[in-house]
Every structure is written in C-alpha cells, then in structure tokens.
C-alpha cells in the first residue's frame, strides 16, 4: 500500500522568496484592479480520517451542507457552506468553487478547484486538484491521479492515500496575493471618498484600454469574446487553472533561480498575468452588454457600443460592496480563461508541436 507523506509542504522559505512573493502579488493587485486583502483558510491540522460512510451520504449526489457538521471530527478546515459530492456519485465535469469548500467522497472524474477555500477528498479525483487561498487534505481512502497545487496552504495527506502527480504546496503566500479580490486593499471604507475616486479612476482606465483594444484587434476581441459567452464555466476553470500555474510557475523561479537571475523571469510573469487580465475584461464587457442588450432592450448594438454597455454595468456592480468584489474576481477568471482559451482570439495553438523536430 502506497502510503503518502503526512505533510507536502515548501518550508523554510527564503527572504529573496518572501521579497519576490510581495512582488509578484503587487503584479497581480495592478492586474485586478486593486486587491481587497483577505485571510486565507487554516491550515489543515491533523485529524483522524473517516473513510466509512455515513447514512447522511444515502442523499443526493452533490449536496450542499454546514461542513461543520458533515466533516470528519477534528478538522479544522472545513466550516463553511461546502460543495459536496457523496459517496457513490460521479462528476464527470470539473467541480469548482468559490468562497466555499469542497468535499469528494464520490468520483470525481476531471478536476477539482477552490478559490478561497479548502479541498477535502475521501473519494477519488482522476483528475487534478487546484487550492487558491485554502488548504487540501486526502483521507486514507483518498486518490488523486493527477497533480496537487495549493497556493496559501498546505497539503495534508493521511496514510494511505494515493497521490499520482506532484504535490505543490506554498503555504506562505500572502493573503492579497491568495484571494485575487477587487477592490481597495488600504483599510479604507468601501464608501470613502478616496475608494470611490480610485474606483472612478480605474473605470476610465478601462474605458480607454477598450477603445484602444477594439480599435487595434476587434475581430480577436470577438472572437475571445464569444468563448466568453459560449463557455462562461469552462473558461472560468481554465483561468484558476492558469493563474495556479502562473503564480506556482513565478514562485518556483525565485526559490530555484540564483543571485537576481529570477526577477527578469518574475516580471515576465507578472506582465503575462497583467496582458491576460486586461485583454479578457474587455472581452467580457463585451459578451455581457451584447447579452443585456439582445436579451433585455431587444436591440443589436455596434462591438463598440456593447463593450461601453457592460462596462457600465460591471462599474454598477463595482460599487456593490462584496457582490461588486466576487462579480468582478469571476469575470477575472472569466475573461482569462477565454483568453488562454482563444489564445488572444486567434484561435489557434499556443505551441505547434507538428512542427516540432
């Protein structure tokens, strides 16, 4: 029997990885637009695991429940609203998560993501298992046949638990860098004068990269555009997937790389998470005041038009206080995704290995 580690975790992190961490989550605040600082999930301490199951696990397939009392006795992880797949059931699409927590007692046939929250498996994911901002723990029973990534936690494994990939954990990223929210991370009320400014401020920045953007490469943005609408979910995963590797990809250049090799290497990182972020938000201005205006005022408005529509009405949200920061942390990973997806709209392979020798 294959018995995994009890914990997989990067420890003892250096001051030029701290340093290049705080960097790093710089780059990502300017490309949300200003991060709203928030702590990550505790880290998972350890606990006996519980691979029986339980007569509440007779219910529905995917259930969600108070994971206070549905977990396994002495978590300390998971005690929000979780997405829970029961034992015996299949989910054969990604399951994906935000602010909450998810628990696999069945089999989860693709992948399995959290944003802001924690991972609990008890059952098998065949494919891989991404945290953001939360902490992963496998019970004895547990398999996971691909990868395990979890940026602002660590990875907790029971003996006896299956693990098919690598296991990448960094606990000690910042909580600005975890959470990827908008919105103003100085203290400030959400209603100051200088938050409401900025927030203005960041508007008619965006206003300006859309003209720019539609007037050099609008059929791309169409194209980016309409994965957006089409593939909303899809993209969504597919932008935590990338930015997990993005963030994992910068982090492991400042711990492997020598002297000041790492920050030309850092930057290209952080500009690559800055273009993503900046080219799919237009896009999703896009989709979305096409969708109002098609659905809604039951008109067929110019590209143009319809980006300033959704603008102004993602500007709307903006100033909701906490649905403006989660609506604007989903469009994110919307437009990145679909980004990713299209690549930038061209709709063709970021890499042609045909060609290849």
Do not use: C
């Amino acid at each position: 029997m294959q018995a995994a580690p009890a914990r997989a975790t990067f420890t003892g992190v250096s001051i030029r990885a701290r340093v290049a961490t705080s960097l790093l989550a710089a780059a990502v605040i300017a490309a949300a637009g200003g991060a709203a600082s928030a702590g990550p999930a505790a880290a998972a301490q350890g606990a006996s695991g519980a691979g029986a199951p339980r007569p509440s696990e007779l219910a529905p397939a995917i259930s969600r429940t108070r994971a206070a009392g549905a977990a396994p006795s002495g978590s300390a992880v998971f005690s929000r609203l979780a997405l829970r797949l029961e034992q015996g059931a299949i989910a054969r699409h990604q399951l994906v998560a935000v602010a909450r927590d998810i628990e696999v007692d069945g089999d989860a046939l693709a992948d399995v993501a959290a944003l802001n929250g924690s991972v609990l498996v008890r059952g098998r994911v065949k494919g891989d298992v991404i945290v953001i901002g939360g902490s992963a723990r496998l019970g004895p029973r547990a398999a996971v046949d691909g990868d395990i990534s979890v940026i602002g936690g660590v990875i907790q494994a029971d003996p006896g638990a299956r693990i098919g990939g690598r296991s990448v954990a960094y606990p000690n990223a910042s909580p600005t860098l975890t959470t990827l929210l908008e919105g103003p991370s100085l203290g400030l009320s959400g209603t100051s004068p200088l938050v409401l400014g900025a927030k203005l401020a960041l508007l008619a920045a965006w206003a300006a990269l859309l003209l720019v953007l539609f007037a050099a490469s609008g059929r791309q943005m169409l194209e980016t555009a309409d994965d957006v609408r089409r593939e909303p979910f899809l993209s969504f995963f597919t932008g935590l997937t990338g930015v997990a590797a993005l963030v994992l990809t910068g982090l492991a250049l400042t711990i492997f790389l020598g002297g000041l090799a790492w920050a030309p290497m850092l930057a290209l990182v952080a500009l690559l998470l800055l273009v993503l972020k900046l080219w799919g938000m237009v896009a999703v201005f896009y989709a979305l005041g096409d969708w109002v205006a098609a659905r809604l005022l039951h008109r067929n408005l110019r590209p143009l038009n319809a980006a300033t529509l959704g603008l102004l009405l993602m500007g709307a949200i903006k100033f909701l206080p906490y649905v403006g920061v989660w609506a604007w942390t989903a469009a994110t990973l919307i437009g990145i995704g679909a980004t990713l997806a299209t690549k930038f709209g061209r709709r063709e392979a970021w890499f042609d290995l045909a060609s290849a020798p």
